[in-house]
């Protein structure tokens, strides 16, 4: 795989991320895409050879900085390397602009190795974060992670349906 198929496949998984993500939540999702870059663990390891140490290093470097895709790609691809796999998933939205985060296998391969049963698109495969109090067909805010005080909200009554359903379960016993 070239540098410019590598960018094709970002662009249209990030398209397809988009367009499955917009149909999932009730915000509107804009087209304007800055990236976020994690890899699995920030932490080195003995398995990784010189060049994913070297990587590794420079994606620590711009920990928390958004990235366009241009710089993904020179990033990411390394003459004809890319990471093993990467889950993509839009991590905050606005009217304006798009954060998608990349979290990225640590471990870089060629394209013959990379898993093309599993996505169109391979490294790149689509997921979409729900929220713990989800429910079927019913569409969610994206944003849900940044909102600190529903998810504190949901914690509570979490808690405290969980603390019911036991009270009723131990009045409820059997004793012979």
Not at 151 to 170: A, P
Request: glycine content about 2%; aromatic content about 12%; some cysteine.
């Amino acid at each position: 795989m070239d540098k410019k198929e590598f960018q094709h496949r970002l662009i249209e998984s990030t398209r397809k991320l988009i367009d499955f993500t917009s149909n999932l939540v009730k915000n509107s999702i804009s087209n304007n895409v800055e990236y976020i870059i994690e890899p699995s663990s920030r932490l080195t390891s003995d398995h990784l050879n010189d060049d994913e140490l070297k990587r590794l290093r420079e994606i620590n470097d711009i920990e928390g900085k958004y990235q366009y895709s241009e710089q993904v790609v020179n990033l990411l691809y390394d003459s004809g390397l890319v990471p093993l796999w990467i889950d993509m998933e839009v991590y905050k939205s606005s009217k304006k602009k798009t954060i998608v985060r990349l979290l990225c296998s640590r471990r870089l391969r060629n394209d013959s190795e990379l898993n093309h049963k599993v996505s169109e698109y391979p490294p790149f495969s689509i997921k979409v974060a729900l929220p713990p109090w989800a429910k079927k067909d019913v569409k969610f805010n994206i944003n849900w992670r940044h909102n600190k005080i529903k998810r504190y909200w949901h914690k509570l009554t979490w808690k405290w349906q969980y603390k019911r359903r036991m009270k009723s379960k131990k009045s409820n016993r059997n004793f012979y």
